[in-house]
């Protein structure tokens, strides 16, 4: 049941978890846009969503999405806004003041992939975007798609990654010449809040099994209490079966065998690279939705691929993962009918397997891959 994976609810597990979690983010969406200035396009009766088209390919597959949005008469009005980094006087990287109003009103959003710089320069926008919104869960399905072949089969999993601290945190510094220390920071409200994200979300989309991944025989203080949180949160919804794994095992266990791993939630580093290794069970990162959920009732929904310069501007993009990100956000916004046409209309279109882009297997351009998915959507009329 693929509508389960691609959405997040807000039914509480216990009383206890309903206060401390969702009064603090219920499920919704935000997003921003790249263009020259702000941009509207408008529905009566819409409800605003912010767009980041982002760089590189970006700005392509965005338009894609909005086209499909289009022509599923899903009642959108989208607002563009740029986002890159600026440094205050202060010294503080930020991101644009515009598009941070656009988010704050709006609370919903799609944003394309941004460029980071490699080791120099300002931080990476998405980790900037994290900590401006405090977008503490990362949402990863990675589900078999029909008729896209790859090794595995069978794959219906959700990886559930802590966004805002860890190893991520950003905090370095140089101790002498030669020796750098990064230091991972785990808090207790952290851990908390994305264990109880996790059982939450297995309950409300019918999943039975949530897995901690840790290294707490390693990192007995900080992966420890990490762990602890899990437990606690278990203890609070018991008919969610609660398992805990080595993140080595995981790994081991995952590419033998992904069917037997239902939720798993995770810090952030781990979750990174775990995500990403289950997003290739399925065929990569080009066919793999994600969401950022985040306090106050903030979201940004992302394809969590590169910018792929060097294929920008030539047509040849594959929107798959945007597009699914955006059916992720319209069950977000309870807008199931336009979702599932969506979807449908997408997952045919691979299944088929007559009009794809290169890196599904076939050799058609994203506008002819957008126009099929289009021409599905109104056959479903």
Not at 285 to 290: A, C, D, I
């Amino acid at each position: 049941n693929r509508r389960r994976a691609w959405s997040c609810g807000s039914r509480s597990c216990s009383g206890k978890m309903a206060a401390g979690l969702w009064r603090r983010a219920v499920c919704r969406v935000l997003g921003a846009v790249k263009s020259p200035g702000p941009v509207s396009r408008r529905l009566s009766d819409a409800r605003t969503v912010t767009l980041i088209p982002g760089d590189g390919i970006g700005p392509e597959i965005s338009e894609a999405v909005v086209k499909i949005f289009e022509v599923a008469e899903v009642p959108i009005s989208w607002e563009e806004r740029t986002v890159t980094a600026i440094q205050a006087p202060s010294g503080k990287w930020i991101i644009p003041p515009e598009a941070k109003e656009s988010m704050d009103a709006n609370k919903i959003g799609l944003k394309g992939p941004l460029k980071t710089p490699i080791a120099a320069g300002h931080p990476s926008m998405n980790l900037l975007l994290r900590k401006t919104f405090d977008l503490y869960a990362n949402v990863r399905p990675c589900i078999s798609i029909e008729g896209f072949k790859t090794p595995y089969s069978g794959v219906d999993l959700v990886t559930i990654r802590e966004n805002t601290e860890g190893e991520y945190s950003g905090i370095e510094h140089v101790i002498v010449e030669g020796v750098v220390q990064s230091i991972k920071l785990i808090t207790e409200n952290a851990s908390r809040r994305i264990a109880e994200f996790a059982f939450e979300y297995a309950r409300n989309n019918q999943r039975s099994t949530v897995t901690a991944v840790h290294k707490a025989n390693i990192m007995r203080m900080s992966d420890g209490l990490f762990l602890r949180k899990c437990r606690e949160a278990a203890e609070n919804c018991k008919d969610i079966k609660f398992t805990e794994m080595y993140l080595d095992t995981v790994c081991l266990n995952m590419v033998q065998d992904p069917t037997q791993f239902d939720v798993l939630v995770m810090p952030n580093l781990y979750g990174d690279i775990l995500s990403d290794l289950c997003a290739g069970l399925i065929g990569g990162l080009g066919v793999t939705p994600s969401g950022n959920i985040g306090a106050n009732g903030v979201a940004i929904f992302e394809s969590v691929h590169g910018t792929a310069p060097d294929i920008a501007g030539l047509d040849l993009a594959n929107p798959t993962a945007l597009l699914l990100s955006a059916v992720m956000m319209l069950r977000h916004m309870e807008l199931h009918k336009p979702a599932k046409k969506i979807e449908i209309a997408c997952f045919e279109t691979i299944k088929h397997g007559k009009v794809l882009t290169k890196d599904l297997g076939g050799d058609s351009k994203c506008s002819e891959f957008t126009a099929e998915i289009c021409r599905r959507v109104r056959d479903q009329d």
